[in-house]
């Protein structure tokens, strides 16, 4: 190990490398290290990319030299496996992607290279985003770096495990159903998930097209800021993504909150939450009304309905974004295949894992003939019910606040043999995506020593505000700065 | 007993825009296999599509030239299938919000009347690749199929028409009059061989005053003559099963130009099932009224319009000018051959003898080898006397097979009709002295059999000048002389 200690914020490196304290290449080499030595205990990495991490630090180096260098610049981070990095493996945890080298990049991904951020490589998942707890991943399940025999949360359970190990700075993630926000409350991370339509889908592996989002998990909302900055683009080679100036989010966070009004959802503390986890978040508000907020509560109706409504759709979704991994053009292809039917069948068959399968046979159900309007057309009726709940609350409320997930890190098997009580992780989350809106966790406190989760979810576009607010109860609180003991020692 | 046979049609029209529909890559044909396939093309993994605006623009082009209402919100379905040349497993088209309307078109029919093919709708969507299931690897395939995506993604517009139309020359008149739109609004270059317009036909038969009959559709014909002969044979076909006591199956067949088969792909309980749902990726398209009345202003102008004006400005009867307008390429070379020279010699040469050849050597109009400015030379050289329809004739075979200039064609081949008067009267003369016996059986006939007797010497003069010697000119001479010598 190097001498060296590091600091494990981007703001805190940022400052290190301009101070001269370090260079970019001895902190990738730091963290380079520190996954060869730690990470088989959290598997969060598919691949590392050492040479190329080395490059871009030397790289980095050279431009921070230079200055007026972006604020990632020469900052290790990594990204999730269903982002197309040009050269470089994007499995998407799947056997179907193992083989599959993308010749382009994501757009957030050029963003982060254009900003000098070092890519240290590519996080575990679950497969093709599918799933609570990392345990659908071709590549086995990344462990909880709070207790490795438990989950990290899912789908984005390497992006989470990696930040919580220190294996990463910060990392990218994905968001359908709640695939940033159950890891990050989950490993004790800040998580936030933009509206939809504000970071490009380009080059992001489809799972469900009109729910994914691309976001960032951190150690704090002021490294979600930093992160967001450049995560954040109008893409118009993504047609849903939104044509709308990225403001600096950083320039907000101080901002007090008087007279924040926040919304307390009833229907977020009804049967189901772990009892822990309730007092962990209504400490939080408490602590919210400390810092001049108030405490509304509101209801929002349909929200029993946001977990049935969004197996119907995202399946749906899937089902025709998966078809084509077919064996024909890249990724699996069965052995010796005898003719078409059977390299279909076979490829896809022993392409895919269970899960995936699932959805699949799930989605294309929803939209056969004869069942489209008794399944998909209630869905979206629902979708719309649900987006309008939110959008009443937000004629009353800023910002709606409750907790992320209803229960704290479960144990790794627990829950895979009940589909229905691992969809039921994202209860709280789902609605979310269903309404395209802006959702984000930060860390509130424990639960049998677990990390818990406090859920904020924003008005369109008002990420800003929500990370101005999650940055000022860490300004009073030290939740965020918990670490594992073993990744502490 | 009398049957009726009811039609519709479904056309796929390739647009003719630069790129494809859903991506930047090149529509053009005939590439190198998959060299115009970007990463979207081929459906790699986190690729989004991007709409074109020309295609778009091409649609509501069309949608005004048939008077159809636009659709102002547009937007996209999948339609999901396995088939190696689609590549995402689903197809980007249309079907809850099309972008063209209800419209109508008007066709000729062969008793001069006319009648409204109703639209029930025309929707945007992208064609797919090609399989290659001959020979590609150098000859040998090894058992496999080949995939060309350079197709795939080119825009279309799926032309859906009311079943209106109650026999086989209907039909094509009705296909020929679509061509004829979409190559005169240059939103399609109309190439049929090479699949630019591909034609399903819906037939079904009834007894009059019967609800309809179960209906085939036959997919894929890319000729009007193909159409035609499948038609006629589909529309027996049924009247055979019903009239043996059968019952017609609802099924999609195909039909085999050469052979002049058509065969059953699959029946109704075989289909598959789409599970169209719309398309995440695509924002629905607002086209606003501005954008539309833009765009009918810079309409350019259709086969009705440039029909009409051809009779008036060129003098050309009704069924001509139909015939020389109805496609944008035909009707523009017609223009400009007959800018320099006589209006209906030309459309007379571009009816007779252009297209005579053109059918003979199964060619394209676009493949015709004589440029306009070429014809008009020809047209000129027969309108000043140089040339006589049988010179011309060769002329024209000659400019056919590659040489260019008519002038100097004529000197080459020594075509120059002769007109001199002097020159005649001497072959005249020549012929009337090296033949006695037939001037003597002349003078002796009856005044009646006198005409038909100067063929003879008519032909005789023709073959003495090669051909060459002006006919009038010859036949006035030879009057004269002949009679001369009563």
């Known amino acids: 190990m190097h001498t060296k200690t590091f600091p494990n914020t981007i703001a805190e490196l940022a400052a290190g490398l301009r101070a001269g304290e370090f260079t970019s290449v001895e902190l990738t080499q730091h963290y380079l290290d520190r996954i060869q030595q730690l990470d088989s205990q959290y598997n969060s990495f598919i691949t590392v990319t050492p040479e190329l991490a080395l490059q871009q630090a030397a790289a980095a180096d050279t431009r921070l030299a230079a200055g007026d260098a972006p604020l990632l610049c020469g900052i290790p981070i990594a990204h999730k496996d269903l982002f197309c990095t040009a050269g470089i493996k994007t499995s998407c945890g799947s056997k179907m992607l ?249 490829s896809r068959a022993e392409g895919f894992g269970q899960e995936v399968k699932q959805r699949i046979m799930v989605g294309a159900y929803a939209l056969s003939a004869g069942y489209y309007d008794a399944y998909y057309k209630k869905a979206q009726q629902v979708r719309r019910l649900i987006k309008k709940d939110f959008v009443d609350a937000f004629e009353k409320v800023d910002v709606i606040m409750g907790p992320t997930c209803p229960n704290p890190a479960f144990k790794l098997g627990e829950k895979t043999a009940d589909p229905v009580a691992m969809y039921l992780e994202d209860i709280y989350t789902i609605s979310t995506n269903l309404a395209g809106l802006p959702g984000m966790s930060i860390p509130a406190g424990f639960s049998s020593g677990l990390p818990v989760g406090l859920q904020i979810t924003g008005n369109y576009f008002d990420e800003a505000h929500m990370l101005n607010i999650a940055h000022r109860f860490q300004q009073v609180t030290d939740w965020h700065k918990q670490m594992p003991a073993e990744v502490q020692s | 007993m009398s049957w009726e046979t009811v039609i519709g049609l479904e056309v796929h029209v390739q647009l003719a825009t630069q790129s494809k529909i859903f991506s930047g890559s090149s529509t053009a044909f005939g590439a190198e296999p998959n060299t115009q396939a970007s990463a979207v093309d081929l459906a790699m993994p986190g690729t989004l599509p991007v709409p074109n605006e020309a295609a778009f623009k091409y649609a509501v082009m069309f949608g005004l030239a048939i008077d159809a209402e636009i659709g102002k919100e547009s937007a996209f379905e999948r339609k999901n299938y396995f088939y190696p040349d689609l590549p995402k497993g689903y197809q980007t088209t249309q079907l809850e919000k099309p972008i063209v309307g209800p419209g109508r078109v008007e066709i000729a029919l062969d008793d001069g009347s006319t009648k409204d093919v109703r639209i029930h709708h025309a929707h945007l969507e992208e064609d797919a690749g090609k399989s290659l299931h001959e020979a590609f690897f150098g000859g040998e395939s090894h058992g496999m199929s080949g995939i060309d995506l350079n197709r795939a993604g080119t825009p279309l517009i799926e032309v859906v028409t009311e079943p209106d139309m109650s026999n086989a020359a209907e039909a094509v008149a009705m296909a020929k009059k679509l061509h004829s739109i979409v190559t005169s609004l240059g939103i399609c270059d109309g190439n049929m061989s090479q699949g630019s317009m591909r034609f399903d036909v819906n037939i079904s038969v009834r007894r009059p005053g019967e609800p309809l009959g179960t209906r085939t559709e036959t997919k894929n014909l890319n000729s009007f003559k193909f159409m035609e002969e499948c038609i006629a044979r589909e529309v027996q076909r049924q009247i055979d099963v019903i009239e043996d006591g059968g019952q017609v199956v609802q099924e999609t067949r195909l039909y085999d130009g050469a052979s002049k088969v058509s065969r059953s792909m699959r029946s109704k309980e075989e289909a598959n099932d789409y599970r169209y749902f719309p398309c995440p990726d695509l924002l629905p398209v607002v086209i606003e009224d501005d954008y539309i009345e833009a765009l009918r202003k810079t309409l350019p102008e259709l086969p009705d319009a440039r029909s009409t004006r051809f009779q008036s400005d060129y003098g050309l009867s009704a069924y001509d000018a139909n015939l020389l307008s109805a496609d944008a390429t035909t009707a523009s070379y017609f223009e400009s051959a007959a800018q320099q020279s006589d209006a209906k010699l030309v459309a007379n040469w571009m009816m007779g003898e252009l297209a005579a050849r053109l059918n003979a050597e199964e060619k394209e109009f676009a493949d015709n080898p004589i440029a306009a400015e070429q014809l008009s030379a020809l047209v000129a050289r027969i309108s000043d006397g140089t040339l006589s329809n049988k010179m011309a004739r060769q002329v024209f075979d000659h400019l056919w097979t590659g040489e260019s200039d008519v002038d100097a064609i004529i000197d080459k081949h020594g075509l120059k009709q002769v007109s001199d008067s002097g020159a005649i009267e001497a072959l005249v003369d020549e012929v009337i002295a090296n033949s006695p016996q037939q001037v003597d059986n002349y003078v002796k006939a009856d005044e009646a059999k006198r005409p038909k007797m100067m063929g003879y010497f008519v032909g005789q003069i023709m073959k003495a000048s090669k051909g060459q010697a002006n006919p009038q000119q010859v036949n006035a001479v030879l009057a004269e002389k002949l009679a001369g010598l009563l």
């Open chain 1, 98 to 346: 193992d083989n599959f080298v993308p010749p382009y990049s994501a757009t957030i991904v050029e963003n982060y290279q254009r900003d000098g951020a070092v890519m240290l490589g590519k996080l575990n998942m679950d497969e093709f985003a599918m799933g609570s707890s990392n345990e659908n991943s071709f590549y086995g399940p990344a462990k909880n770096p709070w207790d490795t025999e438990r989950v990290p949360g899912g789908s984005s359970g390497g992006s989470a495990a990696a930040v919580a190990a220190q294996l990463a700075v910060a990392t990218t993630a994905s968001d359908t159903g709640g695939s940033i926000r159950q890891p990050a409350s989950l490993c004790g991370l800040t998580g936030i998930k933009p509206t939809y339509g504000r970071a490009s889908r380009y080059g992001m592996v489809a799972f469900a097209s009109s729910l994914d989002q691309a976001g960032v998990i951190t150690r704090s909302a002021e490294d979600a800021a930093i992160m967001l900055n450049t995560l954040a683009s109008y893409d118009p080679k993504d047609s849903t993504s939104i044509d709308r100036e990225v403001p600096d989010y950083t320039t907000d966070l101080g901002d007090d909150l008087n007279g924040l009004k926040i919304g307390v959802p009833k229907e977020y503390f009804e049967a189901g939450l772990d009892a822990d986890t309730e007092k962990a978040v209504r400490n939080a508000l408490a602590e919210y009304e400390k810092l001049g907020a108030e405490l509304v509560e509101i209801t929002l109706p349909h929200t029993h309905l946001a977990v049935p409504a969004y197996y119907v759709i995202a399946p749906a979704e899937a089902s025709a974004n998966l078809s084509r991994f077919d064996g024909v053009r890249y990724g699996y292809r069965c052995e010796d295949p005898q003719d078409l039917m059977d390299l279909y069948t076979r």
